[in-house]
């Protein structure tokens, strides 16, 4: 089992920066790939960013490639999400996952354990 709570989440205006992170426990954080998703009002979850297991490799977004970064330290069991340039439709609450693989990418049935979410808002 993983554990995984997010926080860093609140409200900022368009243009303004965020950084989320998500605390691990369980079983061994660094044989996990993690992913931050996210779900918007009367939306489906969406994929975000995503990390390998040595943080070497990263996927990103279209929406949000140039503008977020995802990062990871192992020896705090912790993975991070750096929002830049924030816009209204980033508004949403966000989501950590962990996949018990190397890597992966986009597909959220590869990951086994979610956090409960945090709430990031962004006003115009």
């Known amino acids: 089992q993983v554990q995984l709570v997010e926080s860093g989440g609140g409200l900022v205006q368009a243009g303004g920066s965020l950084r989320l992170s998500c605390a691990a426990s369980?079983?061994?954080?660094?044989?996990?790939?993690m992913g931050w998703f996210r779900q918007a009002p009367g939306k489906e979850r969406e994929f975000v960013a995503s990390?390998?297991?040595?943080?070497?490799?990263?996927y990103y977004a279209g929406s949000v490639k140039g503008r977020f970064t995802i990062s990871r330290d192992n020896a705090i069991n912790t993975v991070y999400l750096q929002m830049n340039s924030l816009k209204p439709e980033d508004t949403a609450v966000y989501y950590c996952?962990?996949?018990?693989?190397?890597?992966?990418?986009?597909?959220?049935?590869?990951?086994?354990?979610w956090g409960q979410g945090t709430q990031v808002t962004v006003s115009s």
């Open positions: 996952a962990a996949a018990p693989r190397d890597y992966s990418r986009s597909h959220q049935n590869e990951y086994d354990y």
């Open positions: 369980g079983r061994a954080f660094s044989s996990y790939a």
């Open positions: 990390i390998s297991v040595s943080g070497g490799s990263t």
